[in-house]
């Protein structure tokens, strides 16, 4: 498995799981538990910009793990 093919897997399940704890705050009723999941799924979310980034500069190093 190569760099970008990881670093695929790993953005895809990052965007999952923050879109996992978006639904939860949504559908929980209790206010401290839907603020936890939205600091949990901001959190997410900065760590996904992170790797999207790790991603263009592993690009731009090894083009051969361009995603096509």
Partial sequence: MTVGTQMQQAIAGV?????TM??????????????T???IAKNLDD???????????IEQQEPQYRQL
């Fill in 15 to 19: 965007q999952s799981a923050a879109a």
């Fill in 22 to 35: 978006k639904t939860f705050a949504l559908e929980t009723q209790d206010q401290q538990a839907k603020q």
């Fill in 37 to 39: 999941f939205q600091q």
């Fill in 47 to 57: 760590a996904l910009e992170q790797l999207k980034g790790r991603q263009q500069y």
